[in-house]
Every structure is written in C-alpha cells, then in structure tokens.
C-alpha cells in the first residue's frame, strides 16, 4: 500500500508547477501546512479527500507541505467554494491565501 500512497501523493504535487502559471490575483484555499509529508498524506487518505492539490512551500526558512481545497479566481469564489467543502474537514479553519504569496513560498520551498 505504501506504493500507491506515494504515487498518489507525487500526483498532488506535481500539480504544484501548473499553481505558477496562473495568475497573481486568484485565491487558493490553504487547509494546512505540515514539515512532515507522511503526516500529510494520512490526513488526505483518512478524510478521504478528493481533488486536493499540495505545495512544498518555505516559510521562516523552513519547508512546509501545504494542502490547498483549490484554486479559484477570486476570494468571493473561493469562500463559497468552502461552504461546500467535505464534511469530513468542516471543522477545519481555512486559510484564504492569494495565489501571488502562495507563488512567492513555492519559490521560497525550492530553494529549501
């Protein structure tokens, strides 16, 4: 199993070089930032979540694995994206983040 779980995972952060791409001004949904990737990985396979995307990102000089719900091209639409969000995370408090600092950490966690 453990296979199929690294390669599901290696599949959310290759997803990661498109975020770069896409313009400054969107918003994406942050749910967590973890330093430790199996940690991560876990809580996306006990939660069942589906379409997430992750990003390796550097803060305060340290890497960071970020789960992010999705990217969307305002903050309005990026709220109401999180009204539906699964139930199984409702509990969670989002980080609504524009896409510019979330490209700025990306680089920021490549040169980590």
Same mark, same amino acid.
């Given at each position: @199993?453990?296979?199929?779980?690294s390669?599901?995972?290696?599949?959310? $952060?290759?997803? =990661?070089? *498109?975020?770069?791409?896409? &313009?400054?001004? #969107?918003?994406?949904?942050q749910?967590?930032?973890?330093?430790?990737?199996?940690?991560?990985?876990?809580?996306?396979?006990?939660?069942?979540?589906?379409g997430? *995307?992750?990003?390796?990102?550097g +803060?305060q000089?340290?890497?960071f $694995?970020?789960?992010?719900?999705?990217? $969307?091209?305002?903050? @309005?639409i990026a709220e109401?994206?999180?009204e539906?969000? &699964? =139930?199984?995370? +409702?509990?969670l408090?989002? $980080? #609504?983040?524009?896409? !510019? @600092?979330?490209?700025?950490?990306?680089r920021? !966690?490549?040169n980590?």
């Amino acid at each position: @199993s453990t296979r199929k779980e690294s390669s599901a995972a290696s599949d959310v $952060y290759k997803r =990661q070089t *498109s975020l770069l791409d896409l &313009p400054e001004s #969107f918003w994406a949904i942050q749910i967590m930032a973890l330093q430790d990737q199996k940690a991560l990985n876990s809580f996306v396979s006990e939660n069942e979540l589906v379409g997430v *995307s992750g990003a390796k990102i550097g +803060s305060q000089g340290k890497l960071f $694995y970020a789960l992010l719900l999705g990217v $969307y091209e305002s903050r @309005s639409i990026a709220e109401e994206a999180w009204e539906s969000r &699964p =139930q199984s995370i +409702s509990s969670l408090k989002p $980080y #609504f983040r524009g896409l !510019g @600092s979330l490209q700025t950490a990306i680089r920021d !966690g490549a040169n980590l």
